[in-house]
């Protein structure tokens, strides 16, 4: 399918790739990328534009798509933001922030963006396209891996484990810990940005949105592939 759009998501954990129209797909890791799965998803003529929050991860994206003679778009360089950002230090913004947010905002209006990634980011885009910031906070992961590593004598958090509370045992203790504890932090950080946005849609995405959805006290959407919506869009291939 010549005349394609291959975007690519550099995150902190996980580099994807999505092929459109056609949804094509493949991933490796951010740590150690392999990369020969994405590059294969590229066929001549198609344009390819990424997304980074990793430095090293996006230099070895552009490295490979070198070696066929490609280059690579970067949101935040070659595609700069078409929203207004009312953000105080833009030098520390990271682009997959106002991307999210820019996918939401030409899919819903006014929105608030919910990046369950090894991070989490919570946005606010205005319905007229102002990007206001939010909040950063840590990811599901980081919460169990650093209980685990400053208290080593407790079990490790079983994030797909069963949630009762009083938990009977240590595990069942620390499983509902860590998974309560997440979901009270990601409705905490919507509830205060939602006192300054009502009504919006609240939209989630992030590899830990599924443990998130419909588990939380706010109705939400999900939205797995945003930021590759996003790049879709800013790269003017979906209306």
């Not at 650093?146 to 045992?169: E, F, N, Y």
Request: aromatic content about 4%.
């Amino acid at each position: 399918m010549p005349g394609a759009l291959l975007t690519i998501d550099c995150g902190n954990s996980t580099i994807g790739a999505r092929r459109h129209p056609d949804g094509a797909r493949a991933s490796t890791s951010s740590r150690d990328p392999q990369l020969h799965a994405l590059v294969d998803l590229w066929s001549p003529g198609d344009r390819v534009v990424m997304v980074s929050v990793v430095s090293a991860a996006a230099s070895a994206v552009r490295d490979a798509f070198a070696g066929r003679g490609v280059g690579v778009e970067t949101v935040g360089q070659e595609l700069p933001c078409p929203l207004a950002l009312e953000y105080a230090t833009l030098e520390t913004l990271g682009a997959d922030r106002w991307l999210g947010a820019l996918a939401a905002h030409r899919r819903y209006g006014h929105a608030i963006t919910v990046d369950c990634g090894t991070a989490t980011t919570v946005n606010l885009v205005t319905a007229d396209g102002v990007f206001r910031g939010g909040a950063i906070a840590p990811g599901l992961e980081a919460m169990a891996n650093g209980l685990a590593r400053l208290a080593p004598a407790l079990p490790r958090a079983d994030l797909d484990g069963r949630v009762s509370m009083p938990a009977p045992s240590s595990q069942l203790s620390v499983d509902a810990g860590v998974l309560l504890g997440y979901l009270g932090l990601v409705e905490r950080l919507v509830a205060e940005l939602r006192k300054v946005a009502p009504p919006c849609t609240v939209v989630l995405t992030g590899g830990n949105a599924p443990r998130v959805l419909g588990r939380v006290g706010f109705d939400a959407v999900w939205a797995p592939d945003l930021l590759h919506e996003g790049m879709a869009a800013l790269a003017g291939c979906i209306a």
